[in-house]
């Protein structure tokens, strides 16, 4: 069965302090693996997109990686502006469903 | 810019009166896919349209059900909702192309929904 976990749940952190999210998968034929950042009572907004183990991908605070089992997503000096849950979903090789993960809620404190 | 648009952002309706909630884009993607999603939880898909196929998930409750009259649009109806379809409704889209490489998915800002 296609399954996503991230760990930890929660995590707090002192602004500058870097940390990584983790998130482990199990799926039939990885198609692509994704990671979205929510704030409260918003839609997921899309961050990145890795598909081959190996693959690294920055943006701003953020790198994400990928392994034949897990992502992680590092996030360095985070600034207060970072807390948010942030979302992994994977894509199978078969099918058009995305499957999510429960997610990471970061609080970054000044 | 393209986008995907969810209209009401909220929405308060009474035990058992049906609601429709809805969902635009302008990606010109292929696919949309509703999900409802409760606090601190994951998205839980409820179904998605291919094109014009519908595609209805196996534990999804008959109380819920879709249109997507054209490529731009979709609905959801909740024919009598209860307490417990109180969530937060994400419309989402993508636009898949067989090979294997990904295809991003984007979302709505979402439709949140109390139910007295």
């Known amino acids: 069965e296609d399954q996503v976990t991230q760990s930890p749940e929660a995590l707090r952190l002192q602004e500058g302090e870097s940390s990584s999210l983790n998130c482990s998968y199990t799926?039939?034929?990885?198609?692509?693996l994704f990671w979205y950042r929510q704030d409260p009572g918003k839609g997921p907004e899309f961050l990145f997109t890795?598909?081959?183990a190996g693959e690294e991908k920055e943006k701003e605070r953020l790198k994400a990686t990928l392994t034949k089992k897990e992502s992680f997503l590092h996030i360095t000096a985070p600034k207060p502006e970072d807390s948010a849950t942030y979302l992994c979903?994977?894509?199978?090789?078969?099918?058009?469903?995305?499957?999510f993960g429960t997610g990471t809620s970061l609080t970054v404190i000044p | 810019d393209a986008m995907v648009i969810q209209n009401p952002r909220y929405q308060v309706t009474q035990f058992g009166k049906p609601v429709t909630l809805s969902c635009s884009q302008t990606?010109?993607?292929?696919?949309m896919y509703w999900y409802q999603q409760k606090s601190s939880q994951a998205p839980k898909l409820l179904f998605h349209?291919?094109?014009?196929?519908?595609?209805n998930e196996a534990d999804t409750p008959d109380n819920f059900q879709s249109r997507r009259p054209n490529t731009s649009f979709c609905f959801l109806d909740i024919r009598s909702p209860g307490l417990g379809d109180a969530a937060m409704y994400l419309c989402?889209?993508?636009?898949?192309?067989?090979?294997?490489?990904?295809?991003?998915?984007?979302f709505g800002p979402g439709t949140r929904l109390t139910v007295l």
């Open positions: 990606l010109n993607h292929n696919v």
């Open positions: 890795l598909y081959s």
């Open positions: 989402a889209t993508s636009r898949i192309i067989s090979g294997p490489f990904p295809n991003e998915q984007f």
């Open positions: 979903a994977v894509q199978a090789v078969a099918g058009n469903q995305f499957y």
């Open positions: 799926v039939s034929g990885l198609r692509g």
């Open positions: 349209y291919y094109d014009k196929d519908f595609n």
